[in-house]
C-alpha cells in the first residue's frame, strides 16, 4: 500500500463498516483488474542489497522514477517512500526490505495488464541502470540474511517489526526477504462477493503451488518449494490465514466486518503521525479504548480502511478482493496471475464450473493443502488426488473463463495467451522452484548467484 488512508468520517456503528465494504459492488461493466507485482533490488557488481539512502539507492530510484513518470512523491517523516499516479490510477511503493512494488492502475483487460507492467519495467531499468542496480524476480530473498536486508524508514513498518516478533517466528521475514504478484479483482454484489471468495480461497493453495518460486535462503535450500507459501503459516495468524467463515453458506460482508473488528490494530495516524495501536482491537478502540492515549480518539473510516490493509488472510476483502497466494516471478508471471483468476472469476460459465469443483471442499480441505504446497508443490494431495491433476482442471476452466471474456489484442489474440508460463509448469510436471533447484544442483554448481543473473528483470 502505497500511501495510508485519510479520511475523517466519523465510525458511528458496525453497519457503518459493513457499508463500507458494500460501496465496492459495481456493474460487471466496470470490473476492473489491478495486479500487483514487487520485485529485490540488486547491486549488479557483487549481487548485494539496494540501500535506502545514498547516491545509489532505493531512495535515488523512486526520484529518478519521480521525474520521469510526473508521478506525485509519498513523503513518511521526510522520506520518499513511494509514488502516486495523480488520478489514482496507480501507485509504487516500498515493502519493508526494499521491495519495489508497482501497485497497477485498474484495467479493462490482461493485454493492458501486461503492457502496464512492460512499461514500468522498461522506465525502471532505464533510472537503475546507471546506478549499477537491476531486479529479481522470485518469491523468496536467495541469499541475504535478514540481518543484511536493508530496512525503509516507513513509520507503519517500524510498528510492524517491533510488533512481528510477538504474535509468530516468521512476520519479519514475510515483511523482509518475500516477493508476491497479486490480482485485484470486482464483485457485483454480495452474492456474488461470497461465490468468489469461496472459489478463490480453496483455490489459493493450488496457486501457491502453481507460482512456487522460493526454495532457497541465506545461500542454500531451505527444503521447501514455496519458503514464501511456509512463511504465511506462522506470521501472524490473528491476521492471517483461511478464515471459516468464508465457508458458511450465508457469508457476507458483516461477517468479515465481525472478525476484522477483532483483530489486533496496527496505528492510527493523526496529523501525519503513526501511533501504535497493537495493544488494542478496532472493536476496542471503537469503545473507546484508545481515550486517553491520543487526543483525537474517536475512529473514522480512514482509521478503518487503514486497518482493513493490515489483515493478510489469503484472500482479502476491501472493496474489491485481493488474491494473495502467490510468489513473486519473471515477467511472464506478472501477466499469468491475473490470467489464472480473471479466468475463474470474470465470467460466469467459469466461475459456475469451479465453484462445482470446490463445492464440497471444506476448511479442513483447504486449511491441510495450505500447509502441505509449501513443501510438495503440486505433488500435495487433495482427496487422494494431486494438485497436479486438479491444476489441469482448474487450468482448462481459467482458459475456458478467457476465452469466453473475448478480449482480442491487435493481433486478434486473446487473454488465454498469458497462461503460457502455467502451461509450461504443467507440461514439465515441474513448478519454478524445481527449476531453480535442478539448476543450483547442476549448471550452478550449488550457488545461488546465478539466480541474479538468469532471473533477472
Known amino acids: 500500500m502505497a500511501r495510508d488512508t485519510t479520511d475523517q468520517t466519523p465510525v458511528t456503528s458496525v453497519a457503518d463498516l459493513t457499508e463500507y465494504l458494500a460501496e465496492g459492488n459495481k456493474p460487471e461493466d466496470k470490473f476492473r483488474i489491478g495486479t500487483e507485482h514487487e520485485k529485490f533490488a540488486f547491486f549488479k557488481a557483487d549481487n548485494s542489497p539496494v540501500p535506502y539512502s545514498g547516491d545509489a539507492s532505493i531512495s535515488a530510484l523512486l526520484n529518478g522514477m519521480a521525474q520521469k513518470s510526473g508521478w506525485e512523491p509519498i513523503i513518511d517523516a521526510g522520506n520518499i517512500i513511494g509514488l502516486a499516479e495523480h488520478s489514482g490510477q496507480g501507485a509504487i511503493s516500498l515493502e519493508p526490505g526494499g521491495q519495489f512494488e508497482l501497485s497497477g492502475a485498474p484495467l479493462e483487460n490482461l493485454h493492458q495488464t501486461c503492457k502496464e507492467s512492460n512499461r514500468h519495467l522498461a522506465d525502471l531499468r532505464e533510472i537503475a541502470e546507471p546506478l549499477g542496480i537491476r531486479f529479481l524476480g522470485i518469491g523468496g530473498s536467495p541469499k541475504w540474511t535478514l540481518a543484511e536486508t536493508p530496512r525503509m524508514p516507513k513509520s507503519r513498518y517500524d510498528i510492524m517489526s517491533r510488533y512481528m516478533p510477538k504474535v509468530g517466528t516468521q512476520g519479519l521475514d514475510m515483511m523482509y526477504r518475500t516477493c508476491t504478484i497479486q490480482v485485484n479483482l470486482d464483485f457485483s454484489s454480495e452474492e456474488d462477493m461470497r461465490r468468489k471468495m469461496q472459489v478463490s480461497l480453496k483455490l489459493q493453495p493450488l496457486s501457491t503451488a502453481l507460482f512456487a518460486s522460493s526454495p532457497f535462503t541465506d545461500g542454500k535450500p531451505n527444503g521447501l518449494l514455496s519458503w514464501r507459501g511456509d512463511i504465511w503459516r506462522d506470521t501472524d495468524n490473528q491476521r492471517a490465514g483461511v478464515l471459516p467463515a468464508v465457508f458458511n453458506a450465508d457469508f457476507g460482508f458483516e461477517d468479515y466486518v465481525k472478525w476484522a473488528l477483532d483483530v489486533p490494530m496496527y496505528f492510527v495516524v493523526r496529523d501525519g503521525k503513526y501511533h501504535d495501536c497493537t495493544h488494542v482491537t478496532f472493536r476496542q478502540f471503537m469503545n473507546g479504548a484508545m481515550k486517553g492515549e491520543l487526543a483525537d480518539w474517536e475512529p473514522n473510516m480512514g482509521d478503518w480502511t487503514n486497518h482493513l490493509s493490515t489483515l493478510f488472510p489469503d484472500v482479502r476483502l476491501k472493496r474489491f478482493l485481493e488474491m494473495r497466494g502467490a510468489d513473486g516471478g519473471p515477467w511472464r508471471r506478472i501477466c499469468a496471475l491475473p490470467a489464472f483468476w480473471v479466468g475463474l472469476l ?26 502441505a504446497v509449501p513443501v510438495q508443490g503440486l505433488a500435495a494431495t487433495h482427496r487422494g488426488t494431486s494438485l497436479f491433476d486438479i491444476a489441469r482442471e482448474v487450468m482448462s476452466i481459467s482458459r475456458l473463463g478467457l476465452k469466453n471474456r473475448n478480449r482480442l489484442n491487435g493481433d486478434d489474440v ?35 548467484e546465478p539466480v541474479f543473473t538468469d532471473y533477472q528483470y
Open 346 to 371: 470474470y465470467d460466469g460459465a467459469a466461475l459456475d464450473a469451479a465453484e462445482d469443483l470446490t463445492r464440497n471442499w471444506t476448511y479442513e480441505d483447504t486449511l491441510a493443502m495450505r500447509n
Open 414 to 448: 486473446d487473454e488465454s495467451i498469458f497462461l503460457a508460463p502455467l502451461d509450461e509448469v504443467l507440461a514439465k510436471k515441474a513448478t519454478l522452484a524445481e527449476d531453480l533447484l535442478a539448476l543450483y544442483n547442476g549448471r550452478w554448481n550449488g550457488s545461488v
